[in-house]
């Protein structure tokens, strides 16, 4: 893989109404067949959406990558992406696709608001594809099916059965995900572990204590960290360093950015402090694995 030389500062990222063919800023669903219609500057660049994407393909393929993972579609497999990950194309072709896009904004609205907690949505494995079985091709296809005439129609209370059917497939794609890679997310007692990582996730870069969180959660922080380890397994500070260091790896992946630059990115004053800090968590220096990542990449 090609890594570009020319990086910008921020990683790019893209809106949905940059990226749609319709000019939608909010949801959209579109097919395509054979021809699809996205953005072809960014093949090789890296970006985020800042929306969701699922996208089920009936035939055709294409290669790219979701943060450190290389993917090559497969037929009758959905894939999907959230906000934060970072993907780049390796290649584009024709494809048979249905392409459901929604930003956190549509799932902030109240009718569709309790649809952020669901598993294929918080996605807690940080992960990009499901494998799908014949029925489980069927029942999607056609729920998406029903939703693309919705969107077109353009009918009396069109909103409201666009929510339906969105409620429907993301309750079963979120069944799918728990089975696959066996994250039952959807628990009563995970529920504040969702609401915990959808705060790192929105302020890692600024909060890094637990107390910070304990704070926006109302609980002392000992008792967050008590919850949090019974229903993870993994203490609250460690869900905090592995975003961090994520982040980081992202970004010595795919921008030039010096290390003291990305350490002060994501809110260490010392970047000497940041060196230790990554080298503990991930087993190697920010230099040494921005070495290593690019030469997989290429």
């Not at 055709?60 to 780049?88: A, C, E, K, M």
């Not at 499901?130 to 009918?155: C, R, S, T």
């Not at 360093?241 to 260490?268: C, Y």
């Not at 190697?284 to 690019?294: D, K, Q, S």
């Amino acid at each position: 893989m090609i890594v570009d030389q020319e990086k910008d500062v921020a990683i790019r990222q893209y809106s949905l109404q940059e990226s749609s063919s319709l000019g939608s800023s909010v949801f959209e669903i579109t097919k395509a067949g054979g021809n699809l219609r996205k953005l072809r500057s960014n093949v090789f660049v890296p970006h985020r959406k800042d929306y969701y994407f699922l996208c089920l393909v009936k035939a055709g393929n294409s290669h790219h990558w979701v943060d450190f993972i290389p993917y090559t579609t497969q037929p009758n497999r959905l894939y999907f992406t959230s906000p934060q990950q970072v993907q780049v194309k390796e290649e584009t072709e024709p494809m048979d696709v249905i392409i459901l896009s929604f930003t956190e904004e549509y799932l902030q609205l109240d009718e569709n608001h309790s649809l952020r907690q669901l598993p294929i949505i918080q996605n807690p494995e940080n992960s990009h594809e499901l494998k799908l079985l014949p029925d489980h091709v069927l029942f999607i296809e056609d729920l998406l099916g029903k939703m693309l005439v919705e969107f077109n129609a353009g009918q009396t209370w069109r909103t409201g059965m666009l929510h339906a059917y969105m409620s429907v497939l993301l309750i079963y794609l979120s069944r799918l995900y728990t089975e696959q890679y066996q994250a039952d997310t959807t628990s009563p007692d995970r529920t504040l572990l969702n609401r915990f990582r959808t705060y790192i996730d929105s302020r890692y870069h600024t909060l890094h204590q637990v107390a910070d969180y304990a704070d926006l959660l109302n609980l002392t922080p000992g008792h967050l960290n008590d919850r949090i380890k019974q229903q993870s397994g993994k203490t609250a500070i460690e869900h905090i360093h592995e975003r961090l260091v994520l982040e980081a790896k992202r970004r010595l992946l795919h921008t030039n950015l010096s290390a003291k630059e990305i350490a002060w990115q994501l809110g260490f004053e010392d970047a000497a402090y940041f060196h230790r800090f990554f080298k503990r968590l991930a087993g190697n220096t920010p230099a040494n694995f921005r070495t290593t990542i690019r030469e997989m990449y290429h």
